[in-house]
């Protein structure tokens, strides 16, 4: 069921999660999205809670033991106002939100969401908790409005990023805006619009669009192109990934505009279209 989001998250959801015994597995493709999770398990009720950063690999990955997962996924400027964090360095890892909030801060959300029963409810509530923590804050500095809105005008244009263009808009240098990026973000400009494209054609192919037209559509120079994006990407071939989106035993989920494939019980999503050495690993 559609609803409206506030401008830090991009998506709310649940699912099962059944757990690292289990055959089911997710298939989670590289993303220009962050997800905040909450993980509650069957047989230990504790709950974990953690924030994915930038995923620049696919990675195929299964929950540590049986239970739900509420999720948010953030837009850059969520999550740089959540965390207020350089993640230079710090791409393709999972840290504990302990880490960005304190003790007494994140008892309450403990309490609060297992006082509620309700998965999706839950899952509104930690949404909530993300927005109301945002507003809390200080504003962001220069860089990370730079790099937030950047980074929002990459995803949402619709044709081939222009970045030089985009550097013009903003009246900030290439070196200046390649130092923001990868400072704040982990990556460069140019590679955050490759994730970008990359999942725009990968939306695609798995609402059903032919090779050649995906490829055409998402600015890649022939259907090679898009296969060897693809071999990087998802360490699938097009086909296979079209083959797996549209089976029976898959649920392809659309979450604002990007897909992510799962083995495992449905996603019910609620979607919006539109440094440290101690950090460990995911």
Avoid at 137 to 159: F, N, S, Y
Avoid at 218 to 230: G, N, P, T
Wanted: contains cysteine; charged residues 25%; aromatic residues 6%.
């Amino acid at each position: 069921m559609s609803r409206t989001l506030p401008q830090h998250v991009a998506a709310l959801g649940w699912l099962v999660t059944p757990g690292r015994d289990a055959r089911a597995q997710h298939l989670a493709l590289p993303t220009d999205l962050f997800m905040a999770t909450v993980h509650c398990g069957q047989a230990q009720p504790a709950l974990e809670m953690s924030v994915t950063l930038l995923r620049t690999r696919p990675e195929r990955f299964c929950s540590r033991a049986p239970g739900e997962l509420a999720f948010a996924l953030l837009t850059p400027a969520g999550l740089l106002a959540l965390l207020r964090a350089p993640l230079d360095g710090v791409t393709d890892r999972r840290l504990l939100l302990s880490q960005f909030c304190g003790k007494g801060e994140r008892l309450a959300l403990r309490d609060a969401l297992q006082a509620e029963a309700d998965p999706q409810r839950r899952t509104a509530l930690f949404g909530a908790w993300i927005e109301r923590r945002i507003g809390l804050r200080h504003r962001l500095g220069a860089p990370q409005q730079r790099v937030a809105e950047a980074a929002a005008l990459i995803q949402h244009d619709t044709g081939p990023p222009d970045l030089a263009a985009l550097r013009r808009g903003l009246r900030v240098s290439q070196r200046q805006l390649e130092r923001d990026f990868r400072f704040w973000l982990g990556v460069s400009p140019a590679a955050y619009a490759r994730l970008v494209r990359f999942q725009r054609a990968a939306m695609a192919l798995a609402g059903g669009d032919a090779l050649c037209r995906a490829a055409a559509d998402h600015a890649f120079a022939d259907q090679s192109h898009l296969h060897r994006a693809f071999r990087r990407f998802a360490s699938l071939t097009p086909r296979e990934f079209s083959q797996l989106a549209a089976s029976r035993h898959t649920e392809r989920q659309a979450l604002a505009g990007r897909v992510v494939v799962l083995d495992a019980p449905p996603l019910v999503p609620s979607p919006k279209r539109s440094r440290s050495d101690a950090l460990a690993a995911r």
